[in-house]
């Protein structure tokens, strides 16, 4: 599944399935700029590749963007390429493109990986709790 390249030429790829992707994204999404940026949910896309170079496990197991150039980016430097899009966060953007704060962001992803499913976890938990809690008794 091919996406057009926005008007700020970037394309983000997330897994809308995760409750703690998804609640990231949509803060992202709510910033300043974001409506330049193509948002891909590739759990909607199962089965299938989330772009040509990008098989949907692999989209969904890491975060990636792509450039307006067409370079596909994924952990750590992909959300400094994130930040560097939207004006709230481009100074953060710039400071973590640039070595050794981006090899800093690079490894603390990486760190932060193995972690996440017991995240998505508490996260899909505390979603339960709230929707409960919000029925009507």
């Known amino acids: 599944m091919a ?18 992707c ?4 949509n803060f ?17 896309a199962r089965g299938s590749s ?8 692999d989209a969904m197991s890491r975060f990636h963007v792509r450039l307006a150039d067409g370079r596909l980016l994924d ?8 930040w560097r899009a939207l004006p709230a966060f481009r100074l ?14 690079n490894v603390a992803y990486d760190l932060f990986l193995p972690m ?6 508490a996260a899909a938990k505390r979603a339960r709790r709230r929707e409960a809690a919000s029925r009507p008794r």
């Open 92 to 105: 953060a953007g710039l400071l973590f493109s640039a070595p050794p704060l981006r090899w800093v962001l």
């Open 28 to 44: 992202y999404r709510a910033r300043r700029g974001a409506d330049a940026i193509d948002w891909v949910d590739v759990s909607a």
């Open 22 to 25: 998804l609640s990231e994204i």
């Open 3 to 20: 996406h057009p390249a926005t008007s700020h030429g970037l394309t983000v790829y997330f897994d809308g399935s995760c409750p703690l």
């Open 50 to 57: 989330a772009a040509a170079d990008l098989s949907c496990a």
């Open 75 to 82: 952990g750590g430097a992909a959300f400094a390429a994130l």
């Open 116 to 121: 996440r499913p017991r995240l998505q976890a």
